[in-house]
């Protein structure tokens, strides 16, 4: 804001109208002086000439406070200030300083009235300087004080004009630009987390094709997808799953550099282009945002998630004369590779991995499975789990297959997926259960068994008939029955699965929760559901002896799960020196290659 004097301006005679003096005599002023007879003397002057709001001061304090007074919503209704210059406890100088700090009072006039004794040159250029608007000297006479603050209140008047309207075109002005930018902006960019959206990387990887043929460069497509997000989403409501997203967005954003292109491509889906590089650096890239968010953990509540990501890479270079769309597509490929492999990991694309896909994607699947549960295709396999307590293998988990042709087998992770999609898996659960009971009438009566249930067993109605049958059927003790259910599928529907898991342990059944820790876990969960038995997610297993932090976790979860009174399984036991660690933690069971793999003989009794 200018600051300059306004000596010049009240100087010219400003013609004052009409119907604009009833506006002006309306006008707020402050009188302030020492003597009251003064202060008196020229509040009457004015009251004569019309004015009618007009208040007093009598020093610097009550000054200030008639100008604080005068505030409202950011503007202040003070049009004039007339001030003896022996005021006490404010100059005039110091207060007009005062004023010009802030947007409410710089524009509001002083007129300042001096004794022609103490006239100080220097002093008034520098009070002018500090924009006092005039300078009087005393004695007031009747015939030029209303004058002069009636032209002082004029141009103030109309300076307020010129600034509101400066103002209002730059207010305007800015909202356009913003505006602009805004419809720029959200055209390559995603609303939640700001990054740039598909549309903005097939610009990017178009050119990113072109520099990497021309110039026999190397770019990489990194694909991340967030490992069990859904279930966060689903448990914790959509807002709490926004709130995660921006937060890996921004961490997303800390880890890459500004010239990389990073993007949201579906709901917990990122992409983070990468130009000119070196296939070493991709990996090592790739390892280090794998293990940034390894160990990441989201609190809501008392809740708390464990994050990991699983990232498909996608090298390209000269030799490739793929689309972007087809880049896009095989990043995408090598992610769900990593997904299957178990979370948590990053794979680098080849060609194989569209079988993979394709296989998990292809219609074929479901009449398949159909086939498979009509033609007793598939097929149970046992692996045992070995109890310290009793020193032998004291459980056999069971773990199903499918035949296919030329002797293949396709493992869970192939057709399950689809079969929950297709909504088939509930028939695959019975098939398991009614076949595990068959199984077991041949086992010796000290051996229990594992049956692994899908996630949403709640909607299944025939489960527990069905369990209920074949419990009277067979006569087989219900202690030697465990079911396991994952921990993010019991988290995912977390009352209607705990009444289901209520019922089935109501027969005398025990529950275990599967890959415990693997996912987002939640001890409050563990608290107030009931299962018997802690599955440790071999994720935290297959390294335990080399790794400091695993060994840490396992124990607390160890820990916590015995202060819950609940046993313990530690799965992916592969060597002795783990072994050796877990039975110093004192977990009750162990399963792995160690003790036994999956096999499809059972001893019997
Ligand atoms: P899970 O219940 O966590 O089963 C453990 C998986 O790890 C099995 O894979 C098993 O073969 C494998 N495994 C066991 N020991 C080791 C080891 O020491 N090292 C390594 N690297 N792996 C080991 P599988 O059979 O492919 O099963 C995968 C998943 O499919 C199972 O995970 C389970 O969630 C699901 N599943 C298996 N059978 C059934 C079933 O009958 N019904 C349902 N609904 N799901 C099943
Ligand atoms: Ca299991
Ligand atoms: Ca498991």
Redesign the pocket.
Known sequence: MEHQSDVSQTQQIVPVVGSDVDVLLDSKIIIAGTRISDVAFMKTMLEISGFSNIMVAYDGDEVMQCLRQGIHDDICDVDLLVIDTNLTGITVRELRLVMDQFDEWRRIPIISLTQESQWDHAQILTDLGHGVTSLFYHPMTAESFPPAVMTALAVKKERDVVTQKQIQLEDELANLKVMEARLQFSVGHDDLTGLSNRRRLEQALDLTLTNVRNFNLISALFYVDLDRFKVLNDAEGHEVGDTLLVQISNALRGYFSVKDTLVRIGSDEFAILVDTTERDRVMATAEGLRALFDGYIFEHHEHQYHLSVSIGIKLITAEDTLTSGDVLSQANQACYTAKKRGRNRVHLYSPHDREMYNLRHNVQWAPRIRAALKQELFV??F?PIYSFETGDVSHY?????MRGENNILY???DF?PVAETMGL?HQ??LW?VNHAFDLMRTLPDDISIA????GNIFLDRELYPLVEKKLSQTGINPARIVF?I?ETSAISNFEQTKEMVVQLRSLGCSFAL??FGAGFNSYSYLKHFPVDIL?ID?AFI?DLDNDAVDQLLVKSMIDIAHGLGKKTVA????RQSTMDLLKEYGVDYI????VG??QSLLPSS
């Open positions: 149970l396999e692996q988990e069971c773990l199903i297959r493992y869970p992770n399950i898996i695959i659960d398991v049956i692994n249930l899908s396991e994952t599967d890959d599955k071999g297959t799965e992916f036991v592969e399963q792995g290659y160690l793999k999956p």
